[in-house]
């Protein structure tokens, strides 16, 4: 099960996780954000990671320009894309892209393309994702867990749910390795992932 962890703003954080064991790190550039970096400071934390970390850009309403102009600058290998209404000019980006669907009690999984890694978070009409707000994970088909990457609510308490019963592609979260919105806890972000990695080396 792949890791990232979102809402990366200093390089002391991006290189702990790196550290510990994040697959992949999450860069907010929408500006309503109180994650949200700006370009220069993500090119100068992603200058100081390993070139296997895969860095993932995160975009609200973007432009195919504006996001091809960012990707160019700070090197993201990934653009996550929330709210992203113009499909039809998605070929034009200069780097592969993550659709994100917002999930509610009346979601149609079906629309979830069942051959395409997609993240799966929790609707919030205010917000768009880091809301900390958890939803009914086990309702995800079976047939799409694999390529699924969940968001909201996640933590170190139900970790080892996810791990053992979802068993989802990936996770993402932010919010509950945070001491306050936009400030990452080191204390909570090595014990989240001393309880990962025992599940990991357990599954080995």
Known sequence: MKIKICGIRDLETALLCE????????????????R???????????????????????????????????????KINLAQLHLHNDYSNINKLDIPHLRVYRVNDDF???????DHIS???YFDNISFGGSGVSWDWNRIPNKLRSKII?????????????????RPYGIDLSSSLEDQIGNKSKDKIISFFNTVNQLRSYKC
């Open 108 to 114: 149609d999984y079906e629309t979830v393309h069942p």
């Open 36 to 74: 949200f970096v700006s370009a220069e400071k993500c090119q100068y934390i992603n200058s100081k990671l390993s070139p296997f970390t895969l860095k993932v850009g995160v975009f609200v309403n973007s432009s195919v320009e504006e996001i091809n102009r960012i990707a160019k600058l700070t």
């Open 150 to 166: 969940i968001a909201g609510g996640i933590s170190k308490e139900n970790i080892e749910n996810i791990f053992i019963r979802i």
């Open 19 to 34: 550290k510990l064991g994040a697959d992949a790190l999450g860069y907010i550039f929408y500006n309503n954000s109180k």
């Open 119 to 121: 993240l799966l978070d």
